[in-house]
């Protein structure tokens, strides 16, 4: 099955992707419309006229308005996916639905939207990125959240239980990772799985370190969460998989191994640069990608950090601070394998 054979597929069983423009560098965002009862629209574009227009267009080529919407339903946090709720929800009248551990960021964004960059910044510095480059990516991201929204959840989603939309049964799972609020919508019946950014065919969906949804500053391990989520979803029978970015999926478990065989050889390579000499998460990155744009030096230590914990839970590497500066140095001994050691 080709991945417009599978798109096919799934709108023969009512669930019509609509791809909606962002003003970010992934591009599209894919939207899902479930054409039963209640209408339902999965994710809904960023807070952009382009976006509203386009997915205005493209609920009319099927017949619907936005006013005709009554259930919309938000895969994860992040603004691209979430940014048109309210326009929607006003305009509708339509419930909104999340997973109940999201409801309180979601319902608070723009003050935990700015909590988290204040402990992004504080974390970067104590990685060793530069005071310039910290400071230029706080106000890049500060100006990003005009493009998000703070929706009123009407309809919160708790983790296995069966959302009824028709004649279509979606089971709600929660699988953190790539966000804390990641939620993935199994259709068994169909063997359909709407998975958003969990799992994206041509990009390895970075694990951002992200604040916990309870607002606590514990820093979550985000790489290790997503390996484990990945783990449950490999082990769903799906024939097809609907992601937020790209094109559909049709062999997820394959996918899923070469995403797990890239962490491990990532972990190595990060490993020897450790074992060369200690060094900061910044250093790390640079080592492996050189200097990247600005924008992109959240990500790429996100990546570091994310692969860094794989090592330190299997006693291969441990942090040292260093004033107020973190480096990492190799212990010489623990587990040969971190990815899979933990199991
Ligand atoms: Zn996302």
Same mark, same amino acid.
């Given at each position: 099955? /080709?991945?417009? *054979?599978?798109?096919?597929?799934?709108?023969?069983?009512?669930?019509?992707?609509?791809?909606?423009?962002?003003?970010f560098?992934?591009?599209?965002?894919?939207?899902?419309?479930?054409?039963?009862?209640?209408?339902?629209?999965?994710?809904?574009?960023p807070?952009?006229?382009?976006?509203?227009?386009?997915?205005?267009?493209?609920?009319?080529?099927?017949?619907?308005?936005?006013?005709?919407?009554?259930?919309?339903?938000?895969?994860?946090?992040?603004?691209?996916?979430?940014?048109?709720?309210?326009i929607?929800?006003?305009?509708?009248?339509?419930d909104?639905?999340?997973?109940?551990?999201?409801?309180?960021?979601?319902?608070?964004?723009?003050?935990?939207?700015?909590?988290?960059?204040?402990?992004?910044a504080s974390?970067?510095?104590?990685?060793?990125?530069?005071?310039?480059?910290?400071?230029?990516?706080?106000?890049?991201?500060?100006?990003?959240?005009?493009?998000?929204a703070?929706?009123?959840?009407?309809?919160?989603?708790?983790?296995?239980?069966?959302?009824?939309?028709?004649?279509?049964?979606?089971?709600?799972q929660?699988?953190?990772?790539?966000?804390?609020?990641?939620?993935?919508?199994?259709?068994?019946?169909?063997?359909?799985?709407?998975?958003?950014?969990?799992?994206?065919?041509?990009?390895?969906?970075?694990?951002l370190?992200?604040?916990?949804?309870?607002?606590?500053?514990?820093? /979550?391990?985000?790489?290790?969460?997503?390996i484990?989520?990945?783990?449950?979803?490999?082990?769903?029978?799906?024939?097809?998989?609907?992601?937020?970015?790209? =094109?559909?999926?049709t062999?997820?478990?394959?996918?899923?191994?070469?995403?797990?065989?890239?962490? =491990?050889?990532?972990?190595?390579?990060?490993?020897?640069?450790?074992?060369?000499?200690?060094?900061?998460?910044?250093?790390?990155?640079?080592?492996?990608?050189?200097?990247?744009a600005v924008?992109?030096?959240?990500?790429?230590?996100?990546?570091v950090?994310?692969?860094?914990?794989?090592?330190?839970?299997?006693g291969?590497?441990?942090?040292?601070?260093d004033?107020?500066v /973190?480096?990492?140095?190799? /212990?010489? *001994?623990?587990?040969?394998?971190?990815?899979?050691?933990?199991?």
């Amino acid at each position: 099955m /080709t991945p417009e *054979e599978a798109l096919g597929r799934a709108a023969e069983a009512g669930i019509h992707q609509l791809r909606i423009p962002t003003p970010f560098a992934v591009g599209r965002v894919n939207c899902y419309l479930i054409e039963d009862e209640p209408l339902t629209l999965v994710d809904t574009g960023p807070n952009s006229g382009k976006a509203l227009d386009e997915l205005e267009h493209q609920l009319d080529a099927r017949g619907h308005s936005i006013e005709d919407l009554e259930l919309v339903i938000l895969t994860h946090q992040h603004i691209d996916h979430l940014g048109l709720v309210e326009i929607i929800a006003a305009r509708s009248g339509a419930d909104v639905a999340t997973i109940e551990a999201a409801v309180p960021f979601m319902e608070s964004f723009g003050d935990r939207a700015e909590e988290d960059d204040q402990e992004a910044a504080s974390l970067m510095l104590r990685h060793g990125i530069p005071e310039d480059v910290v400071f230029a990516l706080q106000s890049v991201s500060r100006s990003f959240r005009g493009w998000g929204a703070k929706p009123k959840i009407t309809r919160p989603l708790r983790d296995g239980e069966q959302l009824e939309i028709g004649d279509h049964r979606l089971e709600v799972q929660h699988r953190p990772g790539h966000s804390p609020s990641d939620t993935v919508f199994w259709d068994a019946d169909r063997r359909i799985l709407i998975a958003a950014d969990h799992l994206i065919s041509h990009i390895s969906s970075n694990p951002l370190i992200t604040r916990p949804l309870d607002g606590s500053s514990d820093r /979550t391990q985000a790489l290790v969460a997503y390996i484990s989520s990945l783990r449950k979803t490999r082990e769903l029978p799906a024939e097809i998989v609907l992601s937020g970015h790209g =094109e559909a999926i049709t062999d997820h478990a394959a996918l899923i191994d070469k995403r797990f065989a890239g962490y =491990e050889r990532r972990a190595e390579k990060i490993e020897a640069l450790i074992a060369e000499q200690p060094r900061t998460g910044y250093e790390i990155a640079q080592a492996l990608w050189g200097n990247v744009a600005v924008t992109q030096a959240f990500l790429t230590l996100s990546e570091v950090v994310g692969h860094v914990d794989l090592l330190v839970n299997a006693g291969r590497v441990r942090e040292v601070s260093d004033g107020d500066v /973190t480096r990492y140095e190799a /212990t010489d *001994e623990g587990a040969s394998n971190p990815l899979l050691g933990e199991g």
